[in-house]
């Protein structure tokens, strides 16, 4: 109780000295109910809200990074100890999907193919420097254990294939000359991330056979699988769905109709993998069910995995013609609001508390220095 109420007087540069990048997951979770609001059957009010959710999530994106800059620049050394930190580097994955929901969304809904692919190529600039830099760090500055491991691990794998599956969605709405290259470079990401991520998964099952269930404070982690099996599956449909058109006239015409073919094969292969790894998810968490789970940041991780799984399913049904996807789709979509709305309630509540404002790799001693404890619930 102490801690908690504690929370509640949380002072302005508390919560900047506590600004982690895990807070982009909430554009991440904002961003893709945006594009699943824009494919949902249903009453018109509903996809006319698409826009405004996109527009909405733009100013939390460009909000957050001006916070997470501006703890860069008033406390460097702080920031700079996230790479010795085992969880916390993760999230940095997080700001490059963030921007892929606004690149796709410049397309989506302000229908500026020139926008997109310049938010692209920086969303694409930083899925690499992710994906290279903190598995480095993790090999070269932290220290990890097997029965210590989660989903987590993906979190800065996947933004490569998320942006894969960007360059599919932009290259039929650019010339040819720039429409293949691009379409090379969404394979090459595509590569660089999903298999990977399946590596981690085989390594994910193991732990958790022979380790059970992660603490309840990660416990929402389980669902993070989905996100590699749902974008790699959405990346393979949209980049094997325009490549007859990008390569007609070059040297990779010839491969066009068996990327199309792999596209729906693979994806459908993914798919099924994905569902798996739901079914199991939504078992795993009703386990934790005695325990209450406690509210944090890591709940997001609800919205963004199954948000990408459902745009897969989308598009398998748009690329199939068979209804089954269509129908688990809107399901699906009905399922995601509920959780996207509860989470983005609890996640209002903990930031005007404070209590959400949590940078582990900050010494309890620097946080007393400034202030009160802060507590982790909400």
Known sequence: MLRRSLSYHLRPGEALRHFTANWFTVTMGTGVLA???AQMPGPAWLTATAPLVWK?????????SLLYAARWLLYPREPAQIFSHPVAPMFLGAIPMGLA??????????????????????ESGLAVLAGLCVPAAMILRQTHALEKMTAVWLLPVVPCEVAAAGAGLLAPHLPAGLAAPLLVAGYGLWALSVPLALGILTILFLRLVLHSLPPPELAVSCWLPLGPLGTGALGLLLLGHAAPLAFSATPLAAASSAAQGLGIIGALVLWAYGLWWLGLAVVMTLAYRPHRLPFNMGWW??????????????????????????LTGEGLSWLFLIL?????????????????FVAPYVSQEASRGMGPAIGRGA
């Open 35 to 37: 594009l699943i609001l």
């Open 56 to 64: 909405v999530n733009i100013g939390l994106f460009g909000l957050f």
């Open 101 to 122: 929901t606004i690149a796709n969304g410049a397309l989506v809904f302000a229908h500026d193919p020139d926008l997109a692919l310049r938010l692209w190529a920086v």
């Open 301 to 326: 991780g609800f919205t963004f995995p199954l948000g990408v799984f459902i745009l897969a399913t989308n598009a398998l049904a748009g690329q199939t013609d068979l209804r089954v996807f269509a």
């Open 340 to 356: 996207w709305a509860m989470v983005a309630a609890r996640t209002l509540r903990g930031a005007y508390h404070g209590s959400l």
